[in-house]
Nanobody, 121 residues
């Protein structure tokens, strides 16, 4: 499966963005979908993950209450709704597919090229 993240941009603190991760080549519906982010000079950080059916969701403490992950298997797409954005949310956001729910980036395959989110203060 090939993944393509989109929806990033330059916003001000407090604004919202919705990222999309579209899959092609194979159905996304048989995989866990995960979002990660990587700021300059830092390691890739787990943001959120959603199970194949959408029944199970895990979210990083740093974004809990502000970010929501969802999926539409009919569209082969996983979303990340980001509200109340902060400057520290600035990073390249990546989506990945995994066989199981996991917080470790090592569990995910098929990374897309990422989409840049920049939050100004």
């Amino acid at each position: 499966v090939q993944l393509q993240a989109s929806g990033g941009g330059l916003v001000q603190a407090g604004d919202s963005l919705r990222l999309s991760c579209a899959a092609s080549g194979r159905t996304f519906g048989s995989s866990t979908g995960g979002w990660f982010r990587q700021a300059p000079g830092k390691e890739r950080e787990f943001v959120a993950a959603i199970s194949e059916s959408g029944t199970f969701i895990i979210v990083a403490d740093s974004v809990k209450g502000r970010f929501t992950i969802s999926r539409d298997n009919a569209k082969n797409t996983v979303y990340l709704q980001m509200n109340s954005l902060k400057p520290e949310d600035t990073a390249v956001y990546y989506c990945g597919a995994a066989r199981l729910m996991a917080r470790s980036p090592a569990a995910y395959l098929n990374w897309g090229p990422g989409t840049l989110v920049t939050v100004s203060s």
